[in-house]
């Protein structure tokens, strides 16, 4: 398969942050290059706020969250006109992610078929690292 140009990305990444999941939390996503993809949440709300009773730091529902799109839009790295699902997600939380802003960077650890086995990391502000996480999604087909 012929590698996605970064163009065809960016157009993927435009479809991925029109989404009212990806509006709702304040998501964009973007290729920087074509090895790997970036997530950010420049300002994250009250709303995504509350674990460890801590108004201060991110629920780890929402850090799930964003480990699945980071681990599902890893497929764009292979095939941007292709839907993908994440299919499996094991997720390990470091550490309490607190600020205002959320940073995620995921790629690919190899390729089969219609599977991506991918890695990413969630880290915060000041560049710690918070979440590290492993999965494997699916390239389902077309968008049409």
Partial sequence: MTPPTLEALEQYAALCNAHPS???FGVKVHF???????LRVASVPLAMRGGLGDDTVVNGGVLSALCDALIGC?????????RSATVQL???FERPLR???IEGEARIDRAAKRLVFASAEISDADGEVCVRCQGIASLLGGRG
Avoid at 32 to 38: A, E, K, Q
Avoid at 74 to 82: E, F, Q, R, Y
């Fill in 74 to 82: 890893t497929c764009g790295l292979l095939d941007p006109s292709s």
């Fill in 90 to 92: 094991a997720i390990r």
């Fill in 99 to 101: 600020g205002e802003v």
């Fill in 32 to 38: 920087p290059d074509l090895t790997r993809l970036r």
């Fill in 22 to 24: 990806f509006r709702s």
